[in-house]
C-alpha cells in the first residue's frame, strides 16, 4: 500500500505565503508524475500544478508566477510553495501522485487526504 500524507496547511492573511509538503510512503517502486489538486467549496477539485519525474512543471494559469511545485525524489516528497496567497486561493489542497509499485509496476493514482489552506481578506 501506499500512502499520501500532506502538511503545511492552514490560516494565512491576503499577500501571505505557506507551503506545503506531501510525504508518500509505502511499497514505492517508482514515483512519477506528482501534483497539487484543490476543491473549494461548491466547486470542482481543480489541477494546482504537476511536476513530471524529469522535473518538467506545469501550472494552472490562476497561480503562475505565485505558486512553485517541486520535489525531493529521495524523499518521495512533492511542496508546493504558495506565495501572495489570495483569498481565492482558500480551498482544500490534495496531493496526487502516480506510484508504481511491485504488485502494479505501470502505476495508478493515489490521493492524500487533503489540508485546508484559508486565506483572509
Known amino acids: 500500500q501506499v500512502q499520501l500524507v500532506e502538511s503545511g496547511g492552514g490560516l494565512v492573511q491576503a499577500g501571505g505565503s505557506l507551503r506545503l509538503s506531501c510525504a508518500a510512503s509505502g511499497s514505492i517502486f517508482r514515483l512519477n508524475a506528482m501534483g497539487w489538486y484543490r476543491q473549494a467549496p461548491g466547486k470542482q477539485r481543480e489541477l494546482v500544478a504537476g511536476?513530471?519525474?524529469?522535473?518538467?512543471?506545469n501550472y494552472a494559469d490562476s497561480v503562475k508566477g505565485r505558486f512553485t511545485i517541486s520535489r525531493d525524489n529521495a524523499k518521495n516528497t512533492v511542496y508546493l510553495q504558495m506565495n501572495s496567497l489570495k483569498p481565492e486561493d482558500t480551498a482544500v489542497y490534495y496531493c496526487?501522485?502516480?506510484?508504481?509499485?511491485?504488485?502494479?509496476?505501470?502505476?495508478?493514482?493515489?490521493w492524500g487526504k487533503g489540508t485546508l489552506v484559508t486565506v483572509s481578506s
Open positions: 496526487n501522485a502516480e506510484v508504481a509499485t511491485m504488485a502494479r509496476p505501470v502505476g495508478m493514482d493515489y
Open positions: 511536476i513530471a519525474s524529469g522535473g518538467s512543471t
